[in-house]
């Protein structure tokens, strides 16, 4: 079992920005692929964003691309999510999620763990 815990979220003005962390535990957490999946009121389920096992290899979902970065910390078991620019658009629960699968890296069925979540909301 591998537990996972978001922190970071909350309420910020367009155009700011925010870190989240995703705080890892119980099995080996470099032997895993970790993401970032979001969802907003109403909505499926979005891919955000994911990084290789050892941090050297990133995707993103297009709507976010030069504006978040997802990096990862292998010695504190942590992965992160930069995000600038925020946009109202970007308002939702964001929840981090781990798997040891290479397939269909935006498939939120993919993965085997996932977090709770955390709340980002975008004033406009």
């Known amino acids: 079992q591998v537990q996972l815990v978001e922190s970071g979220g909350g309420l910020v003005q367009a155009g700011g920005s925010l870190r989240l962390s995703c705080a890892a535990s119980?099995?080996?957490?470099?032997?895993?692929?970790m993401a970032w999946f979001r969802q907003a009121p109403g909505e499926e389920r979005e891919f955000v964003a994911r990084i290789t096992r050892s941090g050297g290899g990133t995707w993103y979902e297009d709507s976010v691309k030069g504006r978040f970065t997802i990096s990862r910390d292998n010695a504190k078991n942590t992965v992160y999510l930069q995000m600038n620019g925020l946009k109202s658009e970007d308002t939702a629960i964001y929840c981090c999620a781990a798997t040891s699968s290479t397939t269909d890296v935006r498939l939120a069925r993919n993965y085997e763990y996932w977090g709770q979540g955390t709340q980002v909301t975008v004033s406009s």
């Open positions: 119980g099995r080996t957490f470099s032997n895993y692929y």
